[in-house]
């Protein structure tokens, strides 16, 4: 049997003096009040055992004093005076998302919704009791925390970032592709407000209803509008049309020539000879909205020029010194389009020019054949003498290994160049550049010439 203190009215439980011996069925329990003038009272005592330990409520207490039912705070059992140190084993509470009744028989804090132990509209339950759900990019551990409409989306109370904005007070569904706008903010998913409309980037095309990135060069497509900037959707790759090539990022059209070239220094640059796969660079000379395509230069010897077929099928030297462009790139330019010809002469602070209207060499089946007409200048025509020996006009090439000029011996061999020969003579500026075979020849201006540019040019 458990001694209680038992008294009614108190002020404070621990003033209580008066002492009690329980039922056999009792224990002791602590009732808490509040009466009409709002004072808070308390009654201690024996109650009957099964009032406390069974049941999920506050059990109800008869208060002596005026005979009302009233709620119990606590009992408690198994300690002498327990009610006096209130160290009393409390009534289960149930639990969130527990079974309920009534209000009553939740946890504090909590109430009873659908018969489940909850926490009121726009509060969660943290653990031990229920505090305010959160609102726009608060930290959170789970949606549950985050007010309505919002999303726990890695740690932080979100829209749903695909459709929804916030307006500062709930998500609200997000403008559509084209719909007007008045910030990125409240464009749905991807899509950024761009001129007061949703759009995507110009970097990214819209698929579905998402803004992708366009892809880069090589990455696989469906159509030239998923490629970036300049790239085509070429068999299902983003690439260059073939009459362009790739530069940085991007597509540019192929120089065919130096006519092509957008500088307007003299200098080297790069082309691509018939608009083919083969980049060629090449020196070239920019003169008064003329761009003109070197295709022979010599101006120290540098460069031995007593070369084989193959040799000047295919271009030799340097770009940056003396060179020849090489056959094959003189004939697919001569061709492409009308070309003039240019040359330029140097003797001992001497110069002189030769220009010719038509410049054609014809491939290589044609052994090279040369076309040159239409001289103007001051050097004089040593492509088409007066005697007709010595042309080069009509002519097809010989080197020291491919003997095609009219000589009984050949000329290339015997003036250790290479040319469009007919006897030997007339213009020959591959000969070597100095020593005892002679230099370079011009018939109609002199043989001694130490300077030499060869250029061509298409003509408009
Ligand atoms: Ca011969």
Known sequence: MQKCLSCSEIEDPKMCKNETTCAKDEICYLHKYTTHTKQQLFDVGCKHSSLCT????????????DGVHQECES????????????????VPRQNVSERCTSDHQCKQSLSCEQNICKCVVNKFWNGSLCEPKKTFHSTCSSSDECLDTLYCNHGYCKCDASVDYWNGSSCLTGKLYNESCSNSVKCQGTFRCINN???????????????????????????SVKC??????????????????????????????????????????????????????????????????????????????????HEYKKGFGSVYGEYWLGNDNINIISTNGFH??????????????????????????????LTVTGYSGDAGDSMNPVDDREKSNGQPFTTK????????????????????????????????????????YWVTWRSDISKSIVMIRRKS
């Not at 759009?199 to 060069?217: A, I, N, P, V």
């Not at 080297?268 to 980049?279: E, H, L, Q």
């Open 197 to 223: 409309k949703c759009s995507c980037l110009s970097s990214e095309y819209l698929e579905g209803s998402q803004c992708l990135t366009r892809k880069l060069f090589n990455e696989s497509c469906s159509n």
């Open 401 to 440: 290994d491919r003997d095609n000029d009219d000589n009984s011996n050949n000329c290339a061999v015997s003036h250790r160049s290479a040319w469009w020969y007919a006897n030997c003579f007339g213009s020959e500026l591959n000969r070597p550049y100095s020593g005892s075979a002679g230099t370079m």
């Open 75 to 90: 009992c408690c059992s198994g300690a002498v005076f327990c009610n006096h140190d209130l160290q009393c084993n409390h």
């Open 54 to 65: 069974q049941g999920y409520s506050n059990i109800l207490g008869r208060r002596s004093s």
């Open 340 to 369: 003039e010809l240019s040359i330029y002469m140097e003797q001992s602070n001497l110069h002189r020019m030769a220009n010719y209207s038509n410049f054609i060499v014809d491939n290589e089946r044609n052994k090279y054949r």
């Open 228 to 309: 970036q900037g300049t790239f085509r959707c070429i068999n299902n790759k983003c690439s260059c049309l073939s009459s362009e090539y790739l530069e940085g990022s991007q597509c540019l059209t192929k120089k065919l020539e130096c006519e092509d070239v957008e500088g307007s220094h003299d200098g080297v640059y790069t082309i691509y000879p018939g608009g083919g796969d083969m980049a060629v660079t090449v020196y070239c000379i920019m003169r008064q909205a003329k761009k003109w395509t070197v295709i022979q230069r010599r101006v120290n010897g540098s460069v031995d020029f007593y070369r084989t077929w």
